[in-house]
T-cell receptor
Framework: DADVTQTPRNRITKTGKRIMLECSQT?????MYWYRQDPGLGLRLIYY???????NKGEISDGYSVSRQAQAKFSLSLESAIPNQTALYFC?????????????FGEGSRLTVL | QKEVEQNSGPLSVPEGAIASLNCTYS??????FFWYRQYSGKSPELIMF????GDKEDGRFTAQLNKASQYVSLLIRDSQPSDSATYLC???????????FGQGTTLQVKP
């Protein structure tokens, strides 16, 4: 089983619908991140959380919200999806102690907004 | 100007050749740099990191850092078709402590 699990892996939805992407991890890490990846734009940080009570905006947080339900769970919500939120979304985790810069990524959630 | 810039490619090299992937960054305070590899349809994985000026070698991979020129590179010797992937350069921001990724360079190694 993957250490960082994302659900759903693929989702097609319509403009205006609410969507939740879920991430859970078994690595025992305290830091969790949500990125989106678009062709030619690389990975851009949406939100990140260093522990259950800590939530921070990344560089492209508008139109998104997150919830850190537990140390192991971090969900990303699109309250009212729009077509330009069509992208590949990655959850990532890392520990804080002696951090080497290595992020552990989930397998990705491909979202299409029609 | 993007904080971390890479040529999107694709970079095409023949099998056995040296592939050279380049990256520039704008944050002079950045001290740590990373190369992630992403196969098509897969998630990124860390392959190299470098903190000090100069070269760092790991098998067929060599990372090079020149802080004065704000330049990072990844050399892949004896390139194999299995090296075909997108390579993401990342810098650790001195302001936020977060990784800033470039847009990635697609490498194609032709048999």
């Amino acid at each position: 089983d993957a250490d960082v699990t994302q659900t759903p892996r693929n989702r097609i939805t319509k403009t205006g619908k609410r969507i939740m992407l879920e991430c859970s991890q078994t690595k025992g890490h305290d830091r969790m991140y949500w990125y989106r990846q678009d062709p030619g734009l690389g990975l851009r940080l949406i939100y990140y959380s260093f522990d259950v009570k800590d939530i921070n905006k990344g560089e492209i947080s508008d139109g998104y919200s997150v919830s850190r339900q537990a140390q192991a769970k971090f969900s990303l919500s699109l309250e009212s999806a729009i077509p330009n939120q069509t992208a590949l979304y990655f959850c990532a985790t890392t520990g804080s102690a002696g951090w080497t810069g290595e992020l552990f990524f989930g397998e990705g959630s491909r979202l299409t907004v029609l | 100007q993007k904080e971390v810039e890479q040529n999107s490619g694709p970079l095409s090299v023949p099998e056995g050749a040296i592939a050279s992937l380049n990256c520039t960054y704008s944050d002079r305070g950045s001290q740590s740099f990373f190369w992630y590899r992403q196969y098509s349809g897969k998630s990124p994985e860390l392959i190299m990191f470098i903190y000090s000026n100069g070269d760092k070698e790991d098998g067929r991979f060599t990372a090079q850092l020149n802080k004065a020129s704000q330049y990072v590179s990844l050399l892949i010797r004896d390139s194999q078709p299995s090296d075909s992937a997108t390579y993401l350069c990342a810098a650790l921001s001195s302001n936020t402590g977060k990784l800033i990724f470039g847009q990635g360079t697609t490498l194609q190694v032709k048999p």
